[in-house]
């Protein structure tokens, strides 16, 4: 066999891996990247929030200026961890996507006493729709904010399920922000502005949490 044909055969040999590979394409490469991308709220659940009778529990939005400190008290921004500019954009995202979506929302809009969580209700849905509600700073101290004692846990615990049982009036949801909770805990560990819907049995028959929804979620203005 002459060198010519030689270096021919081994050129086919080396090329049949390429050959049996798939066929790559463009639109094949988007459509995994489309796969990829976080996914929008089930239009069947925005379906029922725009009938209403769901409460949203939310956790206030990235807060890392300054600090908490020990004994602080609610109305001094000074001596806690507020929100960052960011934090302050993702209030504003979650207040537009729900008045998008078309989600009715109660008034107030509840918030824990602390300054970054009023802020984010406020930015979120307006100062004028905000109530401070004080027993929601016992959720704060079981976040990990304080030292909470088996028996503070417990009452901080009932605050929660007495605030999640409540339905709310007729063809409308209930907004509550307030903070985060440790794992295995209440409604377990949120992302800044992530929300836990919850439908209300009523005043002592408990609730169902019907889903958990990051902010992204939200940016995704029609339902899959």
Do not use: K
């Amino acid at each position: 066999m002459n060198l010519r044909r030689r270096r021919c055969i081994i050129g086919l040999l080396l090329l049949l891996p390429l050959l049996a590979l798939p066929a790559f394409s463009p639109s094949t490469y988007a459509g995994s990247l489309r796969a990829a991308q976080p996914q929008g709220i089930p239009a069947s659940l925005l379906a029922a929030l725009r009938q209403g009778g769901y409460v949203l529990y939310v956790r206030h939005g990235e807060a890392n200026v300054g600090e908490d400190r020990p004994g602080l008290r609610p109305e001094d921004c000074s001596a806690q961890r507020n929100l960052s500019a960011v934090g302050r954009g993702q209030a504003r995202r979650f207040g537009s996507a729900q008045r998008e979506l078309g989600i009715p929302v109660a008034t107030p809009v509840l918030a824990s006493p602390l300054c970054r969580t009023r802020e984010t209700a406020a930015l979120a849905f307006g100062p004028a729709r905000v109530r401070a509600e004080p027993a929601l700073l016992r959720l704060y101290r079981l976040s990990g904010g304080g030292t909470a004692a088996p028996a503070e846990r417990q009452a901080a615990l009932r605050v929660l399920d007495s605030l999640l049982e409540r339905v709310p009036p007729a063809g409308t949801n209930r907004v509550i922000v307030a903070h985060n909770f440790p794992p295995g805990v209440g409604l377990d560990p949120l992302p800044d502005l992530g929300t836990v819907v919850v439908r209300p049995r009523g005043t002592g028959r408990g609730y169902d949490v019907v889903a958990r929804i990051p902010l992204e979620a939200w940016d995704h203005r029609h339902g899959r």
